[in-house]
């Protein structure tokens, strides 16, 4: 059967996965990607570590591949992963900012995280978020107003996680975690691929869980609540991690494809899938 959970806000990343297993890293989830690409194809950003800074770079993409900016900032950061296949994210929906997130770390959780919010323009820092427990990015609003952010409070259980939103403007988190309805507060699942509608007003997360049918979580990111969609489909193991998720061109359908069958629909409007 399928079931519609309704949340205020989407649990759209977890912890560090890769196809051999669970990673051993306790956060930020699900680590870090090693380059990401502006949204209109043009730019490609990439982070660069050395000892004790890192050198973030955009490089224009076509002929000559021009460095168009460069910047350094003590301290190591990277561009973060939004899945755990490694998909890249950090950017803004509209292309102007980059987030920076901390790599993984080995040793616990961490007492207080970090996040650079870069001008994609000139790569000047435009902001640092300074946050008291372990979290990690997963997504911007598509009106920039909102990040939101996987917080991890258990090195114990490195599947749970809870979903928090910051808001940019005000530079605080906005209070509370945020649930599904008749869900605990801590969430679980690994996210497998991802897409996005209208200029990121919507985001559409597949999910994997350690046991049960795989789920989505459409997320509506300037209203700050998603869909919990449950897919009837039965992946096996070695098929949710190849699975991805498309739009349609009219984006009123998000497909489902495995094996380049498509396996599942979903209706964006009213969360049917067929």
Not at 48 to 74: C, H, I, N, Q, Y
Not at 239 to 261: E, F, N, P, Y
Request: aromatic share 8%; hydrophobic share 45%.
């Amino acid at each position: 059967m399928r079931v519609i959970r309704w949340s205020t806000v989407a649990a759209l990343a977890a912890v560090a996965f890769t196809i051999s297993g669970a990673a051993n890293a306790v956060g930020p989830w699900p680590g870090l990607a090693s380059a990401v690409v502006s949204p209109g194809g043009h730019v490609r950003y990439t982070a660069s570590r050395d000892a004790e800074s890192t050198t973030v770079r955009a490089r224009a993409l076509g002929p000559g591949g021009a460095v168009t900016a460069r910047a350094k900032f003590d301290g190591l950061w990277g561009i973060p992963a939004i899945t755990s296949t490694g998909v890249a994210g950090g950017l803004s929906p509209d292309g102007r900012v980059l987030v920076l997130a901390q790599p993984p770390t080995y040793n616990g959780l961490r007492k207080e995280s970090r996040l650079l919010l870069l001008s994609t323009k000139t790569l000047a820092l435009r902001d640092t978020v300074v946050l008291k427990g372990e979290f990690g990015f997963d997504a911007f609003s598509a009106d920039g107003r909102t990040l939101y952010l996987i917080q991890h409070k258990s090195s114990r259980d490195l599947v749970a996680y809870v979903v928090r939103a910051y808001d940019v403007a005000q530079k605080r988190l906005v209070p509370g975690a945020i649930v599904a309805k008749g869900e605990s507060e801590n969430m679980r699942g690994y996210p497998v691929a991802r897409a996005a509608r209208a200029q990121g007003a919507w985001v559409y997360t597949l999910y994997t869980r350690q046991t049960g049918k795989p789920f989505i979580h459409a997320l509506a990111t300037n209203d700050r609540y998603a869909v919990c969609i449950d897919l009837p489909w039965a992946a096996s193991p070695q098929q949710i991690w190849t699975t991805r998720l498309s739009l349609s061109q009219d984006g009123r359908k998000l497909l489902v494809r495995s094996d380049g069958a498509i396996v599942a629909r979903v209706d964006t409007r009213s969360f049917r899938v067929t």
